[in-house]
């Protein structure tokens, strides 16, 4: 919830720093200027944003004054308190709800009561923060305890889509997909995404039921079977699966109903403390954390440690002065996966070869029907707390039969930090396997992988398409780079791929490959850099072909040493980027031949004519030995409106090649009884009503961390928000150099998580600050020692204030409200005698009459 305001804050100058609000003051301790003395000791009142160890529970009036504070619709504060994302509390709601009715003691840092709810007030950032005793929370939730989300019964409907358009010399094509998300009631929604193509017609990949029950899933209907895998068995690895569309059904589990779902897998790290103390993390003599516990044996958080393997030194520092070091090995891999859960999902069902469709104009209707091949299968998976996940499984794919398995597993050695494994095993001793490790730290990143397929059954099915491919062939695949002394970057690939083309690994192609390159920069000035690349390229394509009467085989290598110089350039302000590049590449082979090239970025962020937009432009030319003359052109808008992409290329050279493209992704969402178009690439989405603020002002609103959006005062658009995450939008205001204008910001929602399919409306609210200046008269005097009410401050004895005045976005000052002595005055103000300079309103002077 954003920051927002406060009213008859109290503003004492020369008064500050004489006295802490967490010391009561006996009587009138501290000489106030005559008049001062009711104004000091009141109760002002104000909209605060209320906040708990660092989470908002919303916006309520609060009154105050120097020693309470006292909490309006506390009932909806306690309900947020008890939210699943809240720290535990080991009290009960009626006993929260009694003590934050009551009158709160403020505090400030130094002044903490810990055996009550105490209240930190911030008048500068209207932001009172609540300080709850330690005894008041669950100290049996662990690192691991995750509670699940909440969410409510909400329909809606969203709708994303991506169009494309190609245009060459040869042929003209369109694409279009979509994905359309129903929902019914909290946990259950349809989904279906569908796409057509020229020469393919209309393909329709997913139309399913969804039902999630907290932590399964149920699935009805056709639906993608790499989706169900990768959610309902995200630690396990299947490299050897096609991506299909099954019609039938699957249960399977569901990491997405955690709160805290996104936590992967780390090596536990224990530290002993027999004295309160702090521990301190280093990776490579960097620090990387900093803890603090009582007395006992403690886990570290590791959520936010860096993923991969390393080595971590803990020093642990106890208050008594004394200091123990400890280093041990430490491992974490991310996902949507949990260390302890059991990984599942059951599926049964038909599917057809072509993967979803009903219709193509490439085959007669004979062979494009829905073929029926059966499919069943049942998968397992866990991951233990050292960050080990393994998974089995058995797959039946029409009447062939697979097992299943995989192993993920950390490995401390200085050349891998991470082995990866999985394979299957087929009728007729058919089996496919592959295995890897790898190892990225600083500037060393090392990948080695091997893959093999082999197909020992009847030569009528070889080469058959199904969920398991029948055919034979092997990979391998190295990757390593490192940073040399000097500055100087290495980098090495190494490829080699066996295709067998007949049965019983017969007619075979080969294709080998080793790169190697040399880099270093030269930072010629702060915005201009000067990089050279020295390379090696070898490739080798080997074919063999054999049968009974005929054996022919084929060779051809290609080898060049090529050389490049590229020198760029970049600039960035506030609202924009631009890179030049420079390139020349010179080569030993013919075939390639030596090349030239300039290429020009632009990035514009809310520009004047568009402030919701991003504009990327781009140009460049390419010319070569070989007679290519290659200029091209794009420019992408990224804005309100969705995301559109055009550009064009041609060559000048001999032949003429010419290409245009044009894409386009958008959606819309309906949800709250409205409707709004706009940018929009997931299944639930909040629909941002800024119809109340003004025209012409713009607003950044994002949810959390999200991606924001940005909409105009008096309009409306989507905000893209991912299912399972919980409602909570900022709102910031865009700077449009009017210097007039600045606003403070609440949003009206409902405090929920949201789910697939649902769409809920965030109105945002606002308030502008208008600062006042001027002269009260009474009577033909100076009106001194005067409460401006709701100006924040008092008249001199010449009758001058400075007030700051909060006001709602179409309001405006007519009149001033005092008092003085305990009178009320009543202060109209006259158009004539108003004047508005730098967004201050200057009022040459002001008659009051008793109200």
Sequence with gaps: MKRTFSTNTIIIAGCVSFFSLSIPVVGYAISLPAGFEDIYNQKNSGIFEITQRNHSLGSVTVKYDREQAWLSTVGALVDQLYDPDMPRLSISRDTLMSELSLPLKRVSKAGYDGNAINARIDESTAVIELIFPESYFSTQASATDSPLIVYKSHPGYAHSHNLSYLSDNFNDSFAFTSTDTLGLTGNSYINGVWNYTDGYNFTLDELALNIEQKKIHYKLGRQRMSDSLLNSTPSVSYSFFSPVSIDGVSLGYSPEHYVYRNSGAASPVTVYFPDSGTVEVYRSGRLIDMQQFPAGM?????????????TIELIVKLANG???????????RTGTFRSGDIEYLIQLGRYDERQGQFRSSRYSDDSSRVDGNMMGS?????????????????????????????LDMPVDTWIAERFYSDGLLGEHGSYAWMAGINKNFGHYGFDLNYRTNRYKGPETFYHRVGIVSAYDYDTWQMNASTLLPWGIGLSVSYGLETLYHSWSRQNRSRYENWDVNLSKDFLLSELVNLRMDLGYHQGNNDYRYDNASVSSQSFTRDRRVYAQLTLSARERSYNHYQSFFLRSRMTDSDSEGDSYSGDYNLDIYNPEFDRSGKYSMRAGITKNNNGQKIATAGMTVDNNLGYTSASISKDFGHNGYTQKYLAQRSGFAIGDGQASFGKLDTVSALIVDATDLPQGQYFEVRNKTGTPT?????????????????????????????????YTFKTRTTSTWIMPGQVYTVKVEGKKNQTVTGRIYFDGRPLGSARVVGGNTVTDEEGLFVGDFSLAVNDKISELSVIHDGVNYVCPLQEENIKLTHGVMQIREVNCEIK
């Design 710 to 742: 940005v909409v105009e005062g008096g309009s409306k658009t989507t905000l893209s928000l991912q299912p399972h995450q919980k409602i909570a939008p900022v709102v910031d205001q865009v700077y449009t150099g009017d210097q007039q204008e600045f």
């Design 378 to 406: 049942a998968l397992l998976g866990y991951t233990t707390q050292s960050a080990t996940s393994v998974g089995s499984g058995l797959l039946v794919d029409d009447s062939h039969y697979y097992f299943s398995g995989s």
């Design 322 to 332: 004394t200091q123990q070091r400890k280093s041990q090995p430490f491992y974490k």
């Design 298 to 310: 403690h886990h570290l958080d590791t959520e936010t440690w860096p993923a991969g393997g390393y």
